[in-house]
């Protein structure tokens, strides 16, 4: 069993309607699936691999050498529960960006600005696919004062002595929108949940891994699922991870697309609504002291804020 692989380019020929029944099936029994001939080139990827790398070898290796983690894995001989084995940055519009490696900002930046449109293009496909006016979730997300959040976390998981004692990163589901990942194509250990098992997520060349995050599950009244993902440790080689996240604005609402809830009379109505309606912030508030317990009662806890 693999995760779906799917060439976005179709959508632009003769297999359009193959390629959106393709993604609808990810979406709908996944969760989680690579995108090929994404429109992102070569070129402009095979740069943030090589800022990417350069950035952790220069300003964060030393620092997680020397970190309390590494010496607690040393020290404690036991299953560390609630730490992950990853250093991480997160680059926003207007936060502070690392200075000391060279072309690491410009390359980013450029990166960001495709990426951000890739997203908008996934989210217009959802909309096709879950019968929606084009527009509707990007909409959603924007509904807010201050427009939708894009974020970027850059991640390395660098070799661990004892990985049957840490996890790269714990089991979670992703509380925002849509995520965007350029992972690794060398380093393997993203895994995603599916029917019980955990599934690889397969390590390929310049391929984007598409995860929908909670609130998509909220919008689609269920019909989409946010999935439960983990990264394993490894005692060799520094996994790299560039996960770009496409999320609702903090004021933004949240609730199923009314078009998705089937009903014949309004009593009939309420009972189809598997989701409460929320403000995004307030769901933040509640994922950040739970990110790794179930998600069901996260929606429950919002639902009585």
Same mark, same amino acid.
């Given at each position: 069993m693999a995760i779906p692989v799917i060439d976005f380019s179709k959508l632009n020929g003769e297999e359009r309607a193959n390629t959106l029944a393709q993604i609808a099936n990810a979406c709908e029994e996944w969760g989680f699936f690579q995108l090929v001939n994404h429109g992102i080139s070569e070129e402009v990827l095979e740069r943030v691999k090589k800022v990417a790398s350069e950035f952790y070898k220069l300003e964060r290796e030393e620092n997680f050498n020397k970190s309390k983690l590494v010496s607690l894995l040393d020290e404690s001989g036991e299953k560390l529960e609630n730490v992950d084995w990853e250093d991480v940055i997160t680059l926003l519009d207007d936060n502070e960006w690392p200075s000391k490696t060279a072309g690491f900002q410009e390359t980013m930046k450029e990166y960001r600005f495709e990426l951000k449109k890739l997203a908008e293009k996934v989210m217009e496909v959802m909309d096709e696919n879950l019968s929606l006016p084009k527009g509707y979730i990007e909409e959603a997300f924007n509904n807010g004062e201050n427009g939708a959040f894009f974020g970027t976390k850059v991640?390395?998981?660098? %070799?661990? %002595?004892? %990985?049957?004692?840490? &996890?790269?990163?714990? +089991?979670? *589901?992703? +509380?925002? /929108?849509?995520?965007?990942?350029?992972?690794?194509?060398? #380093? /393997?250990?993203?895994? #995603?949940?599916?029917d019980g098992q955990w599934i690889d997520v397969q390590p390929l060349p310049n391929t984007i #891994?598409?995860? *929908? /995050?909670?609130?998509?599950? #909220?919008?689609? &009244?269920?019909?989409?699922?946010s999935a439960w993902h983990r990264v394993m440790s490894s005692t060799s080689g520094n996994r790299r991870s560039i996960a770009s996240f496409y999320n609702p604005s903090l004021t933004a609402t949240i609730a199923p697309a009314p078009q998705l809830v089937e009903k014949t009379n309004q009593e009939e109505a309420v009972e189809q609504i598997k989701y409460p309606k929320f403000v995004f912030g307030d769901y933040m508030s509640v994922y950040v002291q739970q990110k790794f317990l179930p998600k069901e009662p996260r929606f429950q806890a919002v639902s009585a804020m």
């Amino acid at each position: 069993m693999a995760i779906p692989v799917i060439d976005f380019s179709k959508l632009n020929g003769e297999e359009r309607a193959n390629t959106l029944a393709q993604i609808a099936n990810a979406c709908e029994e996944w969760g989680f699936f690579q995108l090929v001939n994404h429109g992102i080139s070569e070129e402009v990827l095979e740069r943030v691999k090589k800022v990417a790398s350069e950035f952790y070898k220069l300003e964060r290796e030393e620092n997680f050498n020397k970190s309390k983690l590494v010496s607690l894995l040393d020290e404690s001989g036991e299953k560390l529960e609630n730490v992950d084995w990853e250093d991480v940055i997160t680059l926003l519009d207007d936060n502070e960006w690392p200075s000391k490696t060279a072309g690491f900002q410009e390359t980013m930046k450029e990166y960001r600005f495709e990426l951000k449109k890739l997203a908008e293009k996934v989210m217009e496909v959802m909309d096709e696919n879950l019968s929606l006016p084009k527009g509707y979730i990007e909409e959603a997300f924007n509904n807010g004062e201050n427009g939708a959040f894009f974020g970027t976390k850059v991640s390395h998981y660098p %070799p661990c %002595p004892h %990985p049957e004692r840490v &996890n790269g990163l714990r +089991a979670h *589901t992703d +509380a925002g /929108g849509v995520i965007l990942l350029f992972q690794d194509d060398k #380093v /393997g250990g993203l895994q #995603v949940l599916k029917d019980g098992q955990w599934i690889d997520v397969q390590p390929l060349p310049n391929t984007i #891994v598409i995860n *929908t /995050g909670d609130q998509i599950e #909220v919008l689609s &009244n269920g019909r989409y699922k946010s999935a439960w993902h983990r990264v394993m440790s490894s005692t060799s080689g520094n996994r790299r991870s560039i996960a770009s996240f496409y999320n609702p604005s903090l004021t933004a609402t949240i609730a199923p697309a009314p078009q998705l809830v089937e009903k014949t009379n309004q009593e009939e109505a309420v009972e189809q609504i598997k989701y409460p309606k929320f403000v995004f912030g307030d769901y933040m508030s509640v994922y950040v002291q739970q990110k790794f317990l179930p998600k069901e009662p996260r929606f429950q806890a919002v639902s009585a804020m």
